[in-house]
């Protein structure tokens, strides 16, 4: 079993920055994709940004340019550096993590609140 745990969102002012955090633990050798998801009110979750184990990011056309997507592995960590925040990037963050490379993965964090105010 795998256990993520998320930390970094919170209220921030449209052209903000905020840097989230992912650590898992547990039998982490068999992660190979992370990934970010997000969830606004009345909307279904949605892939944010992923990364390979090998480094290679994807992102969605929403925020390409504006949030990074990194990992280390030493540390079974990903982060997602949130640069030009908009208030439609409100929403839930939930870090993902799988055994394979496609995403989503079997493991999910608890989720984090990110609010971008006007």
């Known amino acids: 079993q795998v256990q993520l745990v998320e930390s970094g969102g919170g209220l921030v002012q449209a052209g903000g920055s905020l840097r989230l955090s992912c650590a898992a633990s547990g039998s982490t050798f068999t992660i190979d994709a992370m990934g970010w998801y997000r969830q606004a009110p009345g909307n279904q979750r949605e892939l944010v940004a992923r990364i390979t184990s090998g480094g290679t990011p994807n992102y969605a056309e929403s925020v390409k340019g504006r949030f990074t997507i990194s990992r280390d592995n030493a540390k079974n960590t990903v982060y997602l550096q949130m640069n030009s925040l908009k208030p439609e990037d409100t929403a839930v963050y939930y870090c993902?993590?799988?055994?394979?490379?496609?995403?989503?993965?079997?493991?999910w964090g608890q989720g984090t609140q990110v609010t971008v105010s006007s």
């Open positions: 993902n993590m799988g055994q394979f490379y496609y995403l989503p993965g079997a493991y």
